[in-house]
């Protein structure tokens, strides 16, 4: 999965875009036999290979280190700078970013950049809006004109010894932590081959695979829109249980240099935790965190937002500029002549002839009040009524407005 290493930001547009080209020559082969072959072979382990527990173990830890190379190391680390790590911790993390299989540091940075910069666009890499498939794993099995895409500065990664060597030996690396590793160490020590291979090393990488995937698809389709809904970017605890962490994508998008994803003590973000382990070791410094004050702001002003969306949504009785205007003689009048049942509350007339039968003080204080101003009565006069009462009579029993000389 390298990409071809790009010394300057421009690209000459090819003359024959993959765009145009027949299917069998728009497919990216490498990409197409990797992602395909790999299930089959875990598949086929499976169903012919006992699994040990001790291999199981091993699969799961090399997993887990594996996963940190893209979260904590090609993510929060080199494609959005997030923190600075020690080059020991830059070490680690270039190997096992190395043993995920996922391209090199260079390739995953430079289009992920991409993505944050020309999010839900035509531009992006793997654009949401073109459909749960494509921005999940199709985006790699076909080749894209790069000058169709959008631009990002990858200037850093360039200039960056690490980046550079590791770019360089990728497929060497590929072969040694991302094979030879997991496979030997089975093998050496507790005898298990077969396992180590196909479950250490393939099954461990077709699942580590669609991990990742799913911070291009599952988190830009389900959970929560928590700080800003302009983009296809939702917070889900479920996303982040699969991702390690990775699953608080609106924060993410809107706060995309914070070395955290989760900021609540009870969200799951084992890779906050490893980086945050790696500050108290020495190995890592210059955490990077969004000020409180304004990622407070965006989540009230989202809840704020959806309270409004709700709020539209009910009944609140006629408008006020709407309602009929009775003079206190016209107010009056309705009630001897006509035997409205009306009184005033707080300059408003309200016809209470509905509310008889349901009104919990009974009919007698509703009786009492026919043709009078009660303000005072049903403000603790003679009881202190709740939002309910308010409520339920703007909507159902207002019906204009007293006008007073």
């Known amino acids: ?201 393939v099954l461990r990488m077709v699942l580590l695979h669609h991990a990742t995937f799913c911070v291009n698809s599952l988190a830009h389709t389900i959970g929560r829109h928590t700080y800003d809904d302009v983009q296809t970017a939702r917070d889900s605890w479920i996303t982040a249980l699969v991702t390690m962490g990775e699953g608080y994508h609106n924060f993410h998008h809107q706060f995309p240099n914070d070395y955290r994803n989760a900021i609540r003590f009870y969200q799951y973000d084992p890779t906050k935790w490893f980086i945050r382990t790696m500050s108290t070791l020495g190995l890592a410094y210059d955490l990077k965190t969004f000020p409180a004050n304004e990622v407070e702001k965006g989540f009230i002003q989202m809840r704020m937002q959806e309270l409004e969306n709700k709020r539209t949504k009910l009944v609140f009785g006629t408008p006020v500029n709407k309602l009929a205007v009775y003079t206190e003689e016209e107010f009056l009048d309705q009630v001897k002549t006509y035997n409205k049942q009306w009184m005033v509350i707080e300059g408003f007339v309200y016809d209470v002839k509905p509310f008889f039968n349901d009104h919990p003080g009974g009919k007698a204080l509703l009786k009492g009040g026919i043709g009078k101003d009660m303000t005072e009565a049903f403000n603790g006069g003679v009881y202190q009524h709740h939002n309910s009462a308010r409520n339920l009579m703007n909507t159902s029993l207002r019906i204009g407005i007293l006008q007073r000389l």
């Open 1 to 201: 999965m390298t990409g071809m290493y790009v010394e300057r930001p421009t690209y000459k547009r090819e003359k024959f875009p993959p765009e145009t080209r027949p299917l069998m020559k728009r497919l990216h082969w490498v990409h197409v036999i990797l992602l395909s072959t790999t299930p089959l072979i875990a598949l086929y382990g499976m169903l012919t290979t006992a699994v040990q527990v001790k291999t199981l173990v091993w699969g799961v830890l090399y997993y887990m280190f594996a996963g940190l190379g893209i979260t904590a190391g090609y993510h929060r680390l080199w494609a959005h700078t997030a923190y600075s790590a020690t080059y020991p911790l830059q070490l680690f993390l270039s190997f096992a970013g190395s043993a995920a299989v996922q391209g090199s540091i260079f390739w995953w940075a430079r289009d992920h950049r991409v993505h944050h910069r020309y999010t839900d666009t035509t531009q992006d890499p793997y654009d949401a809006l073109q459909g749960f498939w494509h921005c999940h794993i199709g985006w790699m099995l076909v080749k894209k004109d790069r000058c169709r895409l959008g631009y990002a500065d990858t200037s850093d990664l360039k200039t960056d010894p690490l980046v550079r060597w590791q770019h360089k030996y990728y497929p060497l690396l590929v072969l040694l932590f991302g094979v030879v590793v997991p496979t030997t160490v089975a093998g050496l020590l507790w005898g298990d081959w077969r396992g180590g291979f196909f479950y250490a090393t």
